[in-house]
Structures are given as structure tokens and as C-alpha cells.
């Protein structure tokens, strides 16, 4: 089994920054890849960034593009994201997920069912 732990959420005021971690430990497979998705209140939950398991190559969701930046760590079985310039709209839960053979690819990681373990989530609040 899989476990992801996310951590770093917080409240922050508009323009602001946060750094989301991702852990993952337990039986994690060699070629996984990692995403990150959110979930705001009422709404249901959207992609946000996945990453490969060698980490040069990203996608990113249009309304994060320019602001966020999502880097992994194949050491520490850990991601990053980094998210700038936040606005209000970013309010959520984000939670990070990973998936096993036969792994996502292409438009596959865009979404959540390509993605077979999956974090708690970390709530991130922007204020205005």
C-alpha cells in the first residue's frame, strides 16, 4: 500500500505564497506519477499539475499556469508545489495522488482516475 501525506497548507492573503509537499512512503512503484488536484467548497474536484516520475515533464491546469510550479524529488518520494500570485479563487483542498502500473500518460494524468492512491488533502485559504 501507498501512503501520501501532504502538509504546508495555510491561509495567506491574495498575492501570496505557499509551498504544498507530497510524501509518499509504503510500496511506492519505480514509474509513478504524481498529481496534484483541488477541491473547493461546492464545487467538484479539478486538476491542477502532474508530474512524471523523473520529474522533467509537468502539465498544468490553464488557471494555475505562470503561478504554480510542481517539482518532485525522486530521493525523498516527495513533490512540490509552489504556488505564487495566489488569488481567492485558489481556496481548496489540495490533495496529491499517485497512481501503479499500468501508469497514466497523456491526457490519462489529467484526471482523477488515472490515479489509483491518493493524500487526506491540505486546506489552503486565500483571503483577500
Known sequence: QVQLVESGGGLVQAGGSLRLSCAASGRTFTYYNMGWFRQAPGKEREFVATINWSGDSTKYADSVKGRFTLSRDMAKNT??????SLRPD??????????????????????????????QGTQVTVSL
Do not use: F, H, I
Not at 481556496?91 to 500518460?105: E, G, K, N
Open 79 to 84: 513533490a512540490y508545489l509552489q504556488m505564487n
Open 90 to 119: 485558489d481556496t481548496a483542498v489540495y490533495s496529491c495522488a499517485t497512481d501503479r502500473p499500468p501508469y497514466c500518460s497523456g491526457s490519462g494524468c489529467y484526471s482523477e482516475v488515472g490515479y489509483n492512491y491518493w493524500g
